[in-house]
């Protein structure tokens, strides 16, 4: 997977940001989403209760699995990955994540010249 634009906007994958936060794909969704129990508020309902643009974040996809079926996905901008990234801080999973080089390592093309 590689940074994709979209819209105009430079994206990179949900499951390529799960795999640089050490993370299952599912449980980025669950962050980005929320718990299907409505039991873990999800960042894109912190956001529309905040009325902040979702779409600025994270931009609903799909992809196809090993098996043919589509599975949901997201882009994710360089703000939607900031947040991800920090939000791993917060909960003290990923005490050695610097969000500064995760950002820039995967837009310094776009974004550090």
Do not use: P
């Not at 994206?11 to 980005?32: G, P, Y």
């Not at 718990?35 to 956001?47: C, E, M, N, R, Y």
């Amino acid at each position: 997977m590689s940074n994709e634009i979209s819209n105009n906007v430079l994206t990179i994958d949900s499951r390529e940001v799960a795999e640089m936060l050490e993370k299952q794909h599912w449980m980025v969704l669950r962050d980005i989403e929320g718990s299907k129990d409505g039991k873990t508020k999800g960042i894109i309902d912190v956001l529309n209760d905040n009325k902040i643009v979702v779409v600025d974040f994270f931009i609903e996809s799909s992809y196809k699995d090993a098996k043919g079926e589509t599975r949901k996905s997201y882009l994710v901008t360089k703000k939607g990955c900031e947040v991800l990234a920090n939000k791993m801080k917060w909960n003290n999973n990923y005490n050695n994540l610097d969000c500064q080089k995760l950002i820039k390592k995967h837009f310094k093309n776009y974004y550090y010249k």
